[in-house]
């Protein structure tokens, strides 16, 4: 059982980590939408994310769905609005702690 700091500093890096996905997913959207082969700036941080929080790889249909959430959120204005930003990214956290438990 991890106590409490170390909750924090997983919940700091896994959100952090969040937010860097759906800024890296804006990017390479917006060089895809350009018409530049973009596909090679993917940094798998989803990958990365679900292990820290501790999500099986058997749960391959929750990992479509972050994906598709993500995917949508950087089509919106979300991402030029820090306060909001950092909403979704919380709220996206709570989802995943929920499903790891």
Partial sequence: MENSQEHVLKKEIVTTLIKDHLINMQFVNGLSALG?????YHLHFSDVIFKLIGISDEK????????????????TEVLKDQTLLQEYVNE???VLQAEAE
Avoid: A, M
């Fill in 36 to 40: 530049w082969y973009s596909q090679d």
């Fill in 60 to 75: 391959e249909e929750l990992f479509e769905v972050y994906l598709d959430w993500c995917t949508k959120i950087t089509k």
């Fill in 92 to 94: 996206i956290y709570h």
